[in-house]
């Protein structure tokens, strides 16, 4: 039975661009938005300049970086493993990827039954 199950993951080219953004900028960690401009995307910010609440809980770290998203999104959520990705192109946000003409995305599956057990959800 596997025991090691993550909520979250990320594919070699973003941990490479993680890699990259942590020795430019040291500290940072994600948030998963939750809509309206920005749509539902990852965002990678300097760890001092995003404030975490009440409502938000980790869902894990990637390389040691923190990945955050709200109580509230994470029940629409709760169900997946999230991985998350790197593409070519500008996204719409303030993201600190932006100006490097990539953006990171999720790709999400349905947890297993086994996975479900494991994380009592």
Not at 29 to 47: A, I, L, N, R, Y
Request: with cysteine.
């Amino acid at each position: 039975m596997t025991t090691n199950i993550a909520k979250i993951d990320a594919t070699d080219k973003a941990r490479k661009l993680i890699y990259e953004l942590k020795d430019r900028y040291k500290d940072i960690m994600f948030h998963q938005s939750g809509g309206c401009c920005d749509g539902s995307q990852p965002m990678c910010f300097e760890k001092d300049e995003f404030k975490v609440g009440d409502s938000d809980i980790m869902l894990g770290k990637i390389d040691g970086v923190e990945f955050w998203m709200s109580k509230d999104q994470y029940e629409y959520w709760k169900h997946t493993h999230l991985t998350l990705d790197v593409v070519a192109g500008r996204g719409s946000s303030f993201s600190l990827e932006i100006p490097m003409g990539v953006r990171f995305i999720i790709q999400s599956r349905l947890l297993t039954e086994e996975e479900r057990k494991i994380l009592e959800v």
